[in-house]
């Protein structure tokens, strides 16, 4: 067992890892969700009206739900979605020849639907709430699928499948095109439209001339503010430097010290430099020198590194001691200085609307991927150091002996070496006689 | 300066005019922000403006998301926590400190905290910022803010008893799994996003964005969320054209709080108590410091080494080379470049404002040929710069594991009698 304070220590900083991630991983859930219903087939306005809104609490894609439906349940839905749509494939080639092809026209719609037909709500559209004829209105290209009751065993398992919130997958085959409504005498037979796909249609749509006006309108706003701030009013900047060293002086205080702040900035710009300065040393140490000026300036270039260093070195004594006399009061209320090695943290400027161009979703993928990866690898460096401050001083000191030590050793060697992926295995060595 | 929408004030002289039109720019521009009339009163210290200011001092303050914990504090604990704030950024007039807690007195002293907020830094700016509505997908290169602990840790305390080393192993096992979801979740995501983007190409109006963002499409697809969002737009819209008329009539703010400060009376005890009770957040600055000193004394070790072996291999080679006039001059001319490189490069921490601006969220925008305009990134330009720094980190942790295992096998090799079986390598 390990001392009382460096537990509480450790448990801190795994838990507030755990929790960083769980943070993150309920963000990209939350973005995948919407980005999974945009690319299904979209519902009409109208049963989006009566959707329940979506609460944090309730989370219908949700991965792992507590009411998870039975694997029973899931693969009597897939039989039955299959079965719905090799009917469907096949009353519509019977029909085929009486059919003609019409825009979707709506009126007609309403008296067709006789009380028994259900709206039949692909599984992959959870939520809605199935069991009413819908109409539809020529919004941009959102459209209703209907097909006949087939039957009460049909209905109870659309249900079930409301109920269970069960998601066959966002790539599952959709309906096929043009469910058509077959209780209707083929000679007034309205188009079923097509149900609207992002794949298929997603080219004709149009943003609305409102909020096109206000998000250029937006755009153009940040951009003023943004160069406002670079090229600041000498006459308003002169004003406020007056300002604050009159306040300095009618305070009637001690002279200013470090104040909490301005020493995290500072520590954070140390930060910057270890981290510039380490990558440009392996730079140079990388690089293959061509002759032998090259090589004079590698040279130079190392010294003059470690000149740097020592000077961030000289400048963080002088923090320590001006920390050590006069302890600036944490603030407590903003963000636990999570100094992260890899980036600056500077001053946020405002923000300037700036793209960030990619060509392919393979780069996508791969920017996205090795921005997590920085991140993760920040996070377990973090991690490496608080185990190695509170995981090797305790192995140092115990004086245990057989099993209990044995056991703490191959712990803080696979946590301290290995990450905690693996774990080395110890063999006693029995002398023979 | 400025446009003056009344007419020359008879009493006053022609910038009055203008000062309510900057205070009435500033109180449009904070949120929820106090009406004119409360600058007005507390100019005059009357005590029925100091409950707005205190609140809106805590709005600015506070780190946003307002999440409920925060918001729904007492206004005591509210006017405690500022003050707390306010000397922790260094906030120098001790009168502040001494202010009741209960809103009864004290609005001019607050008038003048929120004055130094805002004449120190792009408060408004940074507000505005860190509230605003994005309408594209947006990622921010630097990754920072990806896994940052969530704020301060719940304030229960949690079970002090001691740990087994092997709880700690599972926990290390549970992150590393939570790490493989988050991996794949991140890859199914840019797969969505880079479908949506390609299926919506071409139907944006702004030619130069060219494809929807999900925000967008999702506002077509449900009209209902879209107008919220319009009205959130138009709400932001106003804020920053308040923004923009602020920063145009700030001028004539600032003399005025020079006013208020004249009218202060001067001769605050000196020997303030500070004995405030405090809530105290478990981390402070202290341990940050000590990390940023162990990393630099580490580098100054590697670079030690490396330049002393460099140097001692170059006075070896070309120790015996002449020492005539022109090899003085090219090494006089290395040196040079030598120092301009390295003063640029000290230049990238010292400044605070980094042009590269990697902490700015970009709007991601998907374009075949990949072509970018001045200001945008480019995404195999990104890629680079974050492999490298992939290099960097995976080279500190090999070692730092390579520094446990040497400290390690010290330890055990103590102990007589024991073989250990490294575990297969990758």
């Not at chain 1, 749509?85 to 067709?112: N, Y």
Request: proline letters at 9%.
């Amino acid at each position: 067992m390990l001392p009382r304070d460096c537990s509480r220590r450790l448990m801190a900083e795994l838990q507030g890892a755990l929790d960083a991630c769980a943070e993150r991983q309920l963000q990209l859930e939350q973005s995948l969700r919407v980005c999974r219903r945009l690319l299904q087939a979209w519902e009409p306005t109208e049963t989006r009206a009566s959707e329940p809104p979506p609460g944090p609490e309730t989370n219908e894609e949700d991965p792992s739900p507590a009411c998870a439906p039975s694997p029973q349940d899931l693969k009597e839905l897939e039989f039955l979605t299959q079965a719905l749509e090799k009917a469907v494939r096949v009353r519509r080639s019977i029909t085929m020849a009486g059919e003609t092809d019409k825009a979707p026209s709506l009126k007609s719609r309403s008296t067709v639907a006789p009380p028994g037909a259900i709206a039949f709500a692909p599984p992959q559209t959870p939520g809605q709430a199935g069991g009413h004829a819908s109409d539809t209105r020529p919004t941009k290209g959102s459209c209703q699928t209907t097909v006949p009751p087939k039957g009460h065993s049909e209905r109870q398992l659309l249900s079930l499948g409301d109920k269970t919130r069960v998601r066959t997958g966002a790539r599952a085959p959709r309906p096929g095109p043009g469910l058509r409504d077959q209780q209707m005498a083929p000679s007034a037979a309205p188009k079923a439209p097509k149900a609207f796909t992002l794949k298929e249609k997603g080219h004709l749509l149009r943003l609305p001339a409102a909020f096109r006006k206000m998000a250029s309108q937006n755009a153009s706003l940040w951009a003023q503010l943004s160069s406002m701030q670079t090229s600041d009013s000498t006459d308003a900047t002169a004003a406020k430097t007056q300002f604050l060293q009159n306040m300095q002086t009618a305070s009637g205080g001690p002279q200013p010290r470090l104040s909490a702040q301005e020493v995290e900035a500072e520590t954070g710009r140390l930060w910057k430099a270890c981290t510039l300065l380490r990558l440009r040393m392996r730079e140079e140490l990388s690089a293959a020198p061509m002759d032998w000026m090259q090589e004079y300036r590698c040279l130079l270039t190392l010294e003059g590194l470690q000149a740097m260093v020592g000077q961030c070195l000289h400048r963080l004594q002088e923090l320590r001691a001006a920390v050590a006399e006069q302890p600036p009061r944490p603030c407590p209320m903003g963000r636990p200085p999570r100094a992260s090695p890899s980036c600056g943290g500077g001053a946020d400027p405002a923000w300037s609307p700036q793209l960030l161009v990619y060509s392919s979703a393979q780069e996508l993928q791969t920017l996205a991927a090795l921005r997590l990866r920085v991140a993760m690898l920040d996070q377990q460096i973090h991690l490496e150091k608080v185990l190695m401050t509170e995981l090797l001083p305790v192995v140092r000191a115990t004086q245990l002996q057989g099993p209990p030590w044995l056991t703490l050793c191959r712990a803080a060697h696979s946590l301290l070496c290995e990450g905690g992926a693996r774990i080395l295995t110890v063999l006693r060595d029995d002398p023979v006689d | 300066m400025g446009r003056r929408r009344r007419p020359v004030d008879p009493a006053a002289g022609a910038r009055a005019g203008a000062l309510p039109e900057a205070i009435a720019a500033l109180s449009q521009s904070l949120p929820s922000g106090p009406s004119p009339e409360i600058f007005r009163r507390a100019k005059f210290d009357r005590p029925e403006a100091t409950p707005a200011l205190w609140q809106l001092l805590f709005r600015v303050l506070a780190p946003l998301p307002l999440d409920n914990r925060l918001a729904s504090l007492a206004p005591e604990v509210q006017a405690r926590l500022v003050k707390s704030a306010l000397r922790s950024q260094g906030y120098p007039r001790l009168a502040l400190a001494q202010l009741p807690e209960d809103g009864s007195q004290g609005s001019r002293e607050l008038l003048l905290a929120l004055s130094w907020l805002l004449a120190r830094g792009p408060v408004l700016e940074q507000m505005l910022a860190q509230t605003r509505v994005p309408l594209g997908d947006e990622m921010t290169v630097c990754q920072c803010e990806a896994l940052a602990s969530p704020g301060p840790p719940a304030p229960q305390v949690r079970a002090e008893d001691p740990v087994d080393v092997r709880h700690v192993q599972w926990l290390m096992g549970k992150l590393r799994f939570r790490w493989r979801q988050l991996v794949s979740s991140q890859q199914e995501q840019c797969t969505l996003l880079s479908k949506i983007h390609l299926y919506t190409s071409g139907c944006h109006g702004d030619h130069s964005l060219g494809h929807l963002s999900v925000a967008e499409a999702e506002m077509l697809r449900d009209p209902e969320g879209g107008q919220q969002l319009l009205r959130t737009l138009e709400c932001e819209n106003r804020r920053l054209e308040a923004v923009l008329a602020w920063r145009r009539t700030e001028l004539v703010f600032w003399r005025w709080m020079d006013t208020v400060l004249d009218t202060c009376v001067l001769g605050v005890p000196a020997a303030a108590s500070q004995g405030t009770f405090l809530p105290q957040i478990p981390e402070c600055s202290g341990g940050v410091l000590e990390l940023v000193a162990w990393e630099l004394r580490a580098l100054q070790e590697e670079l030690q080494e490396a330049a002393e072996h460099r140097r001692a291999a170059w006075e070896a080679k070309a120790g015996g080379c002449g020492r005539g006039p022109e090899w003085s001059a090219v090494r006089r001319a290395s040196r040079e470049a030598v120092e301009k490189e390295l003063g640029a490069l000290r230049r990238c921490w010292e400044q605070d404002r980094d042009p590269a601006q990697p902490h700015v969220p970009h709007r991601l925008v998907r374009r075949e040929d990949g072509a970018a305009g001045d200001r945008d990134l480019r995404a195999a330009e990104v890629i680079r710069t974050l492999r490298s720094q992939e290099a960097c980190l995976e080279a500190v942790l090999h070692q730092l594991q390579g520094q446990c295992r040497q400290e390690l096998a010290r330890l055990a090799g103590a102990l007589p009698g024991l073989i250990w079986i490294p575990p297969p390598g990758r």
